[in-house]
T-cell receptor, first 115, second 110 residues
């Protein structure tokens, strides 16, 4: 059974550009969440999608956005990139969100470097 | 707001030297506590979920325990391949947002 798949794994962008990251959840999982991981802040929640609807959003500026498609695949977009956006962006998926026993699995992440 | 604190920040052990990592938490309603292992440059790998005080789970050289205020990850006779950052996290009550601790970076010296 394939795990959470994220593409691309590595990318370098210039300040002011935008970037789109993609995530394919584990087959059958309908909840997809995104996290940003930096050495200084650790893992920070960005947003969660379930059945194409954003259910929760973390404390990030509006430059960070996302969406989920009918097949549960998700994308996140960061516009007007800043140097501080350099981070590992992690996607996670789960089967039964909001229930005890619901395990959340992570992908390998997308390394974004902004220069 | 949920809070998770892990200690120590870093831990160096000799191969075979057992120890414990600590995760203390403050949540409005515990719906479980997760332990993950993260290797450099990779995403967190799920290890355990604990749901109620007194619960224990084991996997190879790792054993996780839970009390009402904290969780411990006990590592027995560790090997160099156990070197990684170990993260604990709690889900927000009612949604899937995970609040993570800052992790313990474990190094096992051969």
């Amino acid at each position: 059974k394939a795990g959470v798949t994220q593409t691309p794994r590595y990318l370098i962008k210039t300040r002011g550009q935008q970037v789109t990251l993609s995530c394919s959840p584990i087959s059958g999982h309908r909840s997809v969440s995104w996290y940003q991981q930096t050495p200084g802040q650790g893992l920070q929640f960005l947003f969660e999608y379930f059945s194409e609807t954003q259910r929760n959003k973390g404390n990030f500026p509006g430059r960070f956005s996302g969406r989920q498609f009918s097949n549960s695949r998700s994308e996140m977009n960061v516009s007007t990139l800043e140097l501080g956006d350099s981070a590992l962006y992690l996607c996670a998926s789960s089967l039964d969100p909001g229930t005890s026993g619901n395990t959340i699995y992570f992908g390998e992440g997308s390394w974004l470097t902004v220069v | 707001e949920d809070q998770v604190t892990q200690s120590p920040e870093a831990l160096r052990l000799q191969e075979g030297e057992s120890s414990s990592l600590n995760c203390s938490y403050t949540v409005s309603g515990l719906r479980g506590l997760f332990w993950y292992r993260q290797d450099p440059g990779k995403g967190p790998e799920f290890l355990f979920t604990l749901y109620s005080a007194g619960e224990e789970k084991e996997k190879e050289r790792l054993k996780a325990t839970l009390t009402k205020k904290e969780s411990f990850l006990h590592i027995t006779a560790p090997k160099p391949e156990d070197s990684a950052t170990y993260l604990c996290a709690v889900p927000n009550f009612g949604n899937e947002k995970l609040t993570f601790g800052t992790g313990t970076r474990l190094t096992i010296i051969p």
